[in-house]
């Protein structure tokens, strides 16, 4: 499988369609999740064009790859749902059609602001 230039996620990268931004720098981009799942549902997304988890760590850069947990970090932080600003969070990604992932641009997930609750259905 190719990347879809025309991913939802793509789009919002390239300004295309609106998101209520958490935060961005040079690796990633972050906002929130469209239908919250929970109190906090933010997404962080590489900047990079890749599919999923498994794309990105074949395929990233040393430094993609660094920019995307820090960026994970600062946006917890941001929102106060980091182990050292707040209560913790979980942070997920979904891989391709058993992980159950719908957009194919990878992107974490973090749930948050109240107790996640069962780790999987
Ligand atoms: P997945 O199932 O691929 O892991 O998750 C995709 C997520 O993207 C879902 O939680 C869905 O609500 C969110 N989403 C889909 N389209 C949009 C959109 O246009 N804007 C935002 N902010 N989130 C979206």
Redesign the pocket.
């Known amino acids: 499988m190719s990347y879809d230039d025309n991913n939802?996620?793509a789009?919002?990268l390239r300004g295309e369609?609106?998101?209520?931004k958490i935060y961005e720098d040079d690796f990633v981009l972050s906002?929130?999740?469209?239908?919250?799942?929970k109190k906090i549902?933010a997404?962080v997304i590489p900047k990079g064009r890749f599919i999923d988890l498994d794309d990105f760590s074949a395929n990233a850069s040393s430094e993609e790859m660094v920019g995307l947990l820090k960026g994970i970090n600062t946006v917890a932080k941001k929102l106060n749902i980091s182990a050292d600003t707040g209560k913790g969070y979980r942070a997920?990604?979904?891989i391709s059609e058993h992980?159950?992932?719908?957009?194919?641009h990878l992107?974490f997930?973090l749930f948050g602001g109240e107790i996640v609750g069962k780790m999987v259905e």
């Open positions: 939802i996620f789009k919002i369609i609106p998101c209520k906002f929130h999740d469209i239908n919250p799942q549902h997404l997920l990604a979904n992980g159950g992932q719908e957009v194919p992107h997930h």
